[in-house]
């Protein structure tokens, strides 16, 4: 993808249930990973990836770490495709009006053909829904066009991504889908540890925010923001954050729960004449701001050009 032309149009509104359902979907997967992978700090264990046909779990070790699977959200071929080291596979096609609970009892069933017991909270997270997959009919919007212009829009904010993230020296998290908000993110740390939250927080705050941190990401619009969306945070916020000037224009702070995150929307990318450059800009101008206030060290968790060493 070279250019705005070639970026795929991404809209929240009139597409909500599409994606919800293919955030139930991933849920479901990540929940699965989640069962079976070793702990690893601020969740980085749970999380999903994008790869080059869609979303993939990546491999998941059993049996002791002697063997291992995977599952692959196959959005290109329209297919859930579960490998295992063994060299079994078992898949089964997504298809335009796929109920989840049709996914989901399909990759268990699949999952125990293969001899992998799985043993989890089989509740949707976060989402306001009561009933476990194995119950929700009522909610089949998967949609083939949907789905890939989804998929393509998350596979190129993947490479922005990583490109951005070689530019820092510090601890970086690997580019990755967080599946309880469906938000592809990566976090910069300075190395410093962050105030210890009150005992009443959640467990899943307690160990993403151990210590300082920036973190940027993208998701494709919920009731709160209507539309697709590039963020970033600083944690903790540092005062006097939101008066700091962002990249490109029209990018923008908001507050939210009491702390300023700045925000461009996909919409406005599209309209700028490189978005590939915008985008780092908005990064590196959203970082910039957050490391110079909490004072983090910039100049030495900056990776200089190969050029410049």
């Not at 929240?12 to 479901?28: A, G, M, R, W």
Request: aromatic share 14%; proline share 5%; hydrophobic share 35%.
């Amino acid at each position: 993808m070279g250019s705005t032309n070639d970026l795929p149009v991404l809209k929240y509104l009139d597409n909500e249930n599409k994606k919800l359902t293919l955030h139930l979907y991933v849920q479901i997967l990540g929940k699965i990973r989640m069962c079976f992978a070793p702990r690893k700090n601020h969740w980085w264990y749970i999380t999903l990836y994008v790869y080059d046909k869609g979303f993939t779990t990546r491999s998941i070790p059993i049996n002791n770490g002697f063997d291992s699977f995977s599952l692959n959200l196959n959005i290109l071929q329209n297919k859930l495709e579960i490998t295992k080291s063994t060299g079994e596979l078992k898949d089964f096609d997504l298809y335009n009006g796929l109920p989840v609970a049709t996914f989901y009892n399909n990759v268990i069933n699949f999952l125990e053909d293969l001899d992998i017991q799985v043993k989890m909270n089989d509740k949707p997270y976060d989402l306001n829904i009561d009933n476990r997959f194995s119950e929700i009919t009522d909610l089949h919007y998967y949609e083939m066009e949907y789905s890939n212009a989804f998929w393509r829009t998350f596979l190129w904010i993947d490479s922005i991504f990583k490109e951005f993230s070689g530019r820092f020296y510090g601890k970086t998290c690997p580019i990755h889908l967080y599946w309880h908000s469906l938000d592809l993110a990566v976090t910069r740390f300075s190395g410093k540890k962050a105030p210890e939250m009150p005992k009443e927080a959640r467990i899943s705050d307690k160990d993403a925010y151990t210590h300082e941190c920036i973190s940027f990401g993208f998701w494709a619009g919920d009731e709160n923001m209507q539309e697709p969306a590039f963020y970033s945070y600083t944690y903790p916020a540092p005062k006097g954050l939101e008066k700091k000037a962002l990249k490109p224009n029209a990018a923008k702070w908001v507050i939210n729960n009491g702390n300023p995150m700045a925000i461009l929307t996909y919409a406005e990318l599209l309209k700028e004449n490189d978005p590939g450059k915008s985008l780092l800009k908005f990064l590196e101008s959203a970082y910039q701001a957050g490391a110079e206030l909490a004072e983090w060290d910039v100049e030495n968790l900056t990776v200089p050009p190969l050029e410049d060493l």
